[in-house]
Structure formats: C-alpha cells, structure tokens
Nanobody, 119 residues
C-alpha cells in the first residue's frame, strides 16, 4: 500500500508563495494520477490540481489557475504544488492523493500540511 507524506506548509502573508511537496513511499505501485486537495476550515475537501503521473494532462480548479502550478519528479516519487499570490481563501489543510487507475477513487490520503494566509 502506498503512503503519501505532505510537507511544505506554513504561515505566510497574502501575496506570498509556498511550495508543497507530496512524497510517495511503500509498495511499488502503478499510478495513473496524483492530485492536491484543500480542506478549508468548516468546509468539505475540494480538488485543487492534479496531474497524470506518466505525463500528459494537468488540470486545476478555476480558483487557482494562473497562480498554482503542479509538477512532479518521477525519480523521487514526489509531486509539488507551487502556490503563488496566495490569498486568505487558499488557507487550510492540503492533502495529496493518488488514482491507481483512471476509474479508481482517490486514495492514499496523507496527514496533510497546513497553510495559513494572513491578510
């Protein structure tokens, strides 16, 4: 079973940048895609951005387009989320997850990494 570990969160001012990392470890796995999700205080977890692991499509929520960039390092089994021009509404707990196949559910949720944005 794959284990995912998120890191890179912190407390920043509005307009600042952060880079989150998600590293996969454990049993070797074939991964179709990896994604980032945000759980803002008092809200449900929502999709932020995702990428096909073998290359190809990258997709993101409208609220982060032009500000957040997702990338991956296959050799390190790590996915990144570069977050620029952060806004207070970007604050919350960020999780990463994987899709083993195109039709599978998101799984392998880590503990998350906290992002706080002050105005």
């Amino acid at each position: 079973q794959v284990q995912l570990t998120e890191s890179g969160g912190g407390t920043v001012q509005a307009g600042d940048s952060l880079r989150l990392s998600c590293t996969a470890s454990g049993r070797r796995f074939g991964t179709y895609a990896m994604g980032w999700f945000l759980q803002a205080p008092g809200k449900e977890r929502t999709f932020v951005a995702g990428t096909i692991w073998g290359g190809g499509n990258i997709w993101s929520a409208d609220s982060v387009k032009g500000r957040f960039t997702i990338s991956r390092d296959s050799a390190k089994n790590t996915m990144y989320l570069q977050m620029n021009s952060l806004k207070p509404e970007d604050a919350g707990l960020y999780f990463c997850a994987v899709k083993i196949t195109k039709s599978s559910d998101w799984s392998g949720w880590g503990q998350g990494t906290q992002v706080t944005v002050s105005s």
